[in-house]
């Protein structure tokens, strides 16, 4: 789990149950202790410290998440936990004689420790739920670049290369993906999928870069080859994202990045309603302007994708 993502969570608690507060408490409430107002407009008086106190009572002694985070084999999360217990049981003391704002911080601070505690030990539903949108993600990703490799593969002849093998590598993977996938073990498809993923990106940049490739290929009519070029556009859209993972361009690289993937994509509608109105020769013409753009999106990201790469005739 990521620092960012733990700060996250954690500020997210706190202001959930300050934003409690705030919609329970009534505005023109005085504070007990002669303090300032507080940053975000909820005082310090006894009654919202009775509020949370309340609050957080009964998320670390009678909440499903105490009982995961109690119930667990992880020692850090009920660690954490535990001081988040006695920070609670601590503020009580203060609260009660009187020191209002030092028993409110110990309270943000029982907050914070909930928060480590709980992403140590997540929600096995929310995780399964997370993780399934992550397979639908890395499944998309890997199905694209296999077009994009398969396009790249017609009516050409097909030997034992390292490349070949990388591919075979890589459907293996995906199959084994699935069959977990299927049987519920989301997680160990996840794991597959990745391993594939990578194997397809180092394959797919290593054949575009630097290297020409020219589809050779004849159609029986002007709709079989829009079909083609369509599909060979969505691929290419798909590798984008893709290359700004492994090439990390510069922010201004991305801004002209993003203009040429939203100016192929806009082509690409018209391509497509073009096609609605059957002027098929008019649509592949819309969608080989797009895919140059995407090249050039390509381009800007670090790849060097060549010129001859459009389909012949």
Do not use: C
């Not at 996840?190 to 630097?210: C, F, H």
Request: hydrophobic share 40%.
């Amino acid at each position: 789990m990521t620092t960012a993502r733990l700060h996250i969570h954690q500020a997210v608690l706190v202001l959930a149950v300050e934003a409690l507060l705030a919609l329970a408490a009534p505005a023109t409430l005085a504070q007990t202790d002669g303090a300032a107002p507080r940053p975000r407009g909820v005082e310090v008086t006894r009654q919202v410290i009775e509020q949370k106190a309340a609050m957080i009572e009964k998320l670390v002694f009678d909440s499903p998440v105490a009982t995961r985070i109690t119930g667990s084999q992880n020692v850090d999360a009920r660690r954490h936990f535990n001081n988040a217990r006695e920070l609670y049981t601590h503020s009580r003391a203060l609260a009660g004689s009187g020191q209002l704002r030092g028993a409110d911080l110990l309270l943000n601070e029982a907050i914070w420790e909930i928060g480590r505690a709980q992403m140590l030990v997540p929600d096995q539903a929310a995780r399964l739920v997370e993780e399934r949108g992550r397979y639908e993600q890395l499944k998309g990703s890997v199905d694209a670049l296999l077009r994009t490799y398969q396009l790249g593969a017609e009516g050409a002849p097909r030997p034992d290369t390292p490349s070949e093998r990388s591919v075979a590598r890589a459907l293996a993977a995906a199959d084994h993906a699935r069959i977990d996938a299927d049987r519920g073990r989301i997680v160990e498809a996840n794991r597959a999928l990745e391993q594939a993923l990578t194997v397809l990106l180092k394959n797919a940049l290593s054949r575009l870069d630097g290297q020409t490739l020219v589809y050779d290929r004849r159609f029986a009519s002007s709709r079989e080859e829009y079909a083609h070029e369509l599909e060979r556009h969505r691929s290419y859209d798909s590798l984008v994202p893709l290359a700004i993972l492994e090439y990390r361009p510069s922010r201004e690289a991305q801004t002209l990045i993003e203009r040429y993937v939203r100016q192929s994509r806009a082509l690409r509608e018209r391509a497509e309603a073009q096609a609605a109105a059957n002027d098929h020769a008019q649509a592949i013409l819309s969608l080989a302007e797009g895919t140059d753009n995407l090249q050039r999106a390509l381009h800007a990201s670090g790849l060097t994708v060549p010129q001859t790469m459009g389909s012949s005739q």
